[in-house]
């Protein structure tokens, strides 16, 4: 079942291959947390790359926001393992992490091996990424190494 929902996710966000600008991150007169994102398509080397965003609040009060990422440039041998990092460059030069919640093996969709990996961050990360990243560096695991690659 999760493998499913991994790929469901994968291609939900391959067709959508939109990145997410926060606009408003509040909570309302009702207790409920409001965000409003604003779209837009990200492209690299002439591929679609897709990014989601989702807030959790758990009952002991802990707030973490999970950015899932959808880049085509796996192989069938990488994975990206539990806590592995992938770093956010802001325009202002600062470097955010988000960690892997658990171990995504490349699947191979629309014609492409692509990493689908979904990492917590902060909120501090949250808000940092809202203003606008320059660069993402994402740290991924051969068979051979563990090595990087930028977008």
Known sequence: MRNLILVLASIFLCWSSFAQ????????EHGV???????????????YLGVG?????SPQGIENYYITLLVPKGTMSCAVKKDQEVKFKTINDEAVIGLAVTDFPCIYT??????AA??????????????????????????????FFDV
């Not at 600008?21 to 309302?28: A, G, S």
């Not at 965000?35 to 591929?47: K, L, P, R």
């Not at 965003?53 to 609040?57: D, G, I, S, T």
């Open 118 to 147: 979904t990492y917590v961050i902060s909120p501090e990360t949250a808000e940092k990424l809202s203003h606008k990243v320059s660069k993402v560096r994402i740290n991924y695991t051969t068979p051979e190494k563990v090595s």
């Open 33 to 47: 947390r409001i965000i409003e994102a604003e779209m837009s398509v990200v492209v690299e080397d002439h591929m």
């Open 110 to 115: 629309g014609g492409n091996w692509s990493y």
């Open 21 to 28: 600008n926060i606009k408003t991150n509040e909570i309302n």
């Open 53 to 57: 965003m989702e807030y959790h609040k």
